[in-house]
């Protein structure tokens, strides 16, 4: 198999092709740096994103005027196969504030260590 990929590891965007036969025999071809290789290789066996999304504040925050959605993101790189999932747990997800940017609203998805996190402060309103 082949695939075209432009590579995101550092600013250059080297534009690189990539064949495989099977998980041992992958070819990387156009990279500048070792990082595009390494890339390449996790994309085809193993693709991973940072998952950003925003949840539902519900409480004494949100009455007073406060946001009414909170930003978050996984705290590392989640792989494909489990964003679909945490998804549909975000979109139902409400937070009481406070909130501080950092805290872990969602520890370990599913057993994979990454956690979802605040990425904004909501402080509680009287």
Same mark, same amino acid.
């Given at each position: 198999m082949e695939r075209k990929m432009v590579c995101i590891s550092c600013p250059l965007g080297c534009r690189l092709t990539v064949r495989w036969e099977n998980e041992q025999d992958i070819t990387v071809k156009?990279?500048?740096?070792?990082?595009?290789?390494?890339?390449?290789? #996790?994309?085809?066996?193993? /693709?991973? %994103?940072?998952?950003?999304? =925003?949840?539902?504040?519900?409480?004494?925050? #949100?009455?007073?005027?406060? /946001?009414? %959605?909170?930003?978050?993101? =996984?705290?590392a790189p989640l792989l494909k196969e489990h964003i679909a999932a945490l998804l549909d747990e975000l979109y139902g997800l409400e937070v009481k504030a406070p909130v501080a940017c950092g805290d872990v609203l969602l520890p370990d998805i599913a057993g994979t260590g990454v956690d979802v996190v605040a990425t904004r402060t909501v402080k509680e309103r009287s």
């Open positions: 156009g990279n500048k740096c070792a990082k595009g290789e390494s890339y390449a290789r #996790e994309e085809i066996l193993a /693709p991973k %994103r940072v998952v950003t999304a =925003t949840v539902t504040v519900a409480g004494p925050a #949100e009455k007073a005027g406060g /946001p009414r %959605r909170l930003p978050v993101k =996984t705290s």
